[in-house]
């Protein structure tokens, strides 16, 4: 399947609305907020806990059971990935980390959006199909197994 351009293969010139270039514009900045904030914290060495930093409560599932949570480590690795070290927030949360470089591409496709007016839908319209959902939700399940495995 042949993938259009960033533009609009009608009329390859048209601009996004004003409309879309301003949400384009609150989405990229509400990223990088989550990679600014990210960066600024100092992960923990657990590879689990950065969250307690921002003032957020002990998991109640660890607390719970002993075990790791479905999201457990997700800041951590944030963390790690907006500092640069990508291949250790892997190690720590292989979801976290894929979910850090989705944000931070956010943010650049936000912003290309909202500078320059690209219509950059038409290419990422298959990403918003329900198998992309069970793909999504089957990394989640993985990286959770993952977790429980090095808990």
Same mark, same amino acid.
Not at 6 to 26: S, Y
Not at 35 to 45: E, F, G, Q, R
């Given at each position: 399947m042949a993938?259009?351009? *960033?533009?609009?293969?009608?009329?390859? %010139? =048209?601009?996004? &609305?004003?409309?879309?270039?301003?949400?384009?514009?609150?989405?990229?900045?509400?990223? *990088?907020?989550?990679?600014?904030?990210? %960066? =600024?914290?100092? &992960?923990?060495?657990?590879?689990?806990?950065?969250?307690?930093k921002l003032g957020l409560p002990v998991c109640g599932f660890v607390l719970a059971f002993n075990k790791p949570c479905m999201t457990c480590g997700m800041t951590t690795s944030f963390a790690l990935a907006a500092n640069g070290r990508l291949l250790t927030a892997l190690a720590v949360q292989p979801a976290g980390a894929i979910l850090a470089v989705l944000t931070a591409s956010t943010a650049w496709l936000a912003g290309l959006v909202a500078l320059l007016g690209l219509r950059v839908h038409a290419p990422l319209a298959p990403l918003a199909r329900p198998r992309m959902l069970l793909i999504v939700g089957g990394v989640l399940l993985l990286a959770w197994a993952y977790k429980w495995f090095i808990w």
């Open positions: 993938y259009p351009s *960033l533009t609009t293969p009608a009329n390859p %010139a =048209a601009k996004a &609305p004003t409309v879309t270039r301003l949400w384009a514009l609150a989405v990229m900045l509400a990223a *990088l907020g989550l990679l600014i904030v990210s %960066a =600024a914290l100092t &992960p923990d060495a657990r590879g689990h806990g950065t969250h307690l």
